[in-house]
């Protein structure tokens, strides 16, 4: 791939409005953009998508930092990357970290579509135009001015992140609002194996789904949950990689997945994920962590392949940002957002910004 030079940014964006759940608040998201340069001056980004604190995966943008800059970049050879398939093998030496190794291999997709003329969808198989949107209801959301914001834009899925104990209420004050909307939970693994039996009661409210009831790891308790619930139970955080997956299934644990990108360590290893979900009839969704559109626009990219049958955590750049890395910005109409179809990702990334908000930079000549 001819690369010269990757160099690292440490970004602060300001939200548009608290992102508030059970784990706490974010007022600013902090992200680490990743830039890979070739020797004929083209640029490649991707995304490290890790919190600045360790509350939903182990990683922060500080460890994420560490591992590319003193792991990654030291120990492989980025000149013998032939394709951005290539990068997962050079980096099996290095356990864990999948949200670092994620960013680092976004570039290269973006990359190498540069190099080859063709459009991140185009190359992994994709076959929608345009994907469907879903989105993520923060407890500061839930007001009749949001809800219905949300609805007259035209979201067809709706995430509740709920507090343990107040399910119902949270569920209630949204159907208060809008009765029949689409309605699922997020959990982020708060329960417990003594909550068995006060899950089993949110069957009544005809959600679409719960997603990640349990702790991550825990396959067991999610499929003796799956058992007894009628409610499909979708996981995300416990789906770190393809044996996560692959495990998951055949024991039975879930009834859909969550498949983010930066969660299972690159878009090979969702490719894969996607594919043999599509096999054993296990309908997935794309998820999403409150990113740049530089994330958002890989994100289309994946959610592009046809096993993608749920509306993902996909919006465009005004649901967080008031001013996104991208330009002119990934728009949603009526609840649809295009898939990018110039070369790469297939959004131009507004470099004058990108420079006010970084508040560190590294390069690393290769």
Known sequence: MNIDYLSLRLVELPLRSPFRTHQGVIKKRMLIIVEITDQEGRKGYGEV???????????????????????????????????????????????????????????????????????????????????????????????????????????????????????????????????????MIDANGAYTEEDMDHIQTLDEYGLTMIEQPFKAGDFYLHQQLQQRLKTPLCLDESVMNFHDAKQAIQLGSCQVINIKISRVGGLSAAIQIHDYCAQENIPVWCGGMVESGISKAHNLALASLPNFSIPGDLSGSDRYFDKDLVTPGIQMENGEIEVPSHHGIGVEVDESYLERVTKKSKRFDL
């Open 49 to 183: 998508t890790a919190f600045a604190e360790p509350f939903y995966t182990s990683e922060t943008v500080q460890t994420a930092w560490h591992i590319i800059s003193d792991c990654i970049i030291p120990t492989i050879d980025f000149q013998k990357i032939i394709h951005p398939f290539d990068f997962p093998n050079l980096v099996t030496g290095i356990q864990g970290h999948p949200m670092a190794k994620a960013g680092v291999e976004g570039a290269l997709w973006d990359l190498y579509g540069k190099q080859n003329g063709q459009s991140l969808s185009q190359m992994i198989g994709g076959t929608r135009k345009r994907v469907k949107a879903g989105a993520v209801i923060s407890l500061s959301d839930v007001t009749v001015e949001g809800i219905k914001s949300l609805e007259e834009k035209g979201y067809e899925r709706y995430k509740v992140k709920v507090n343990k104990g107040r399910e119902g209420e949270d569920i209630e004050q949204v159907k208060r609002i809008s009765p029949d909307l689409p309605l």
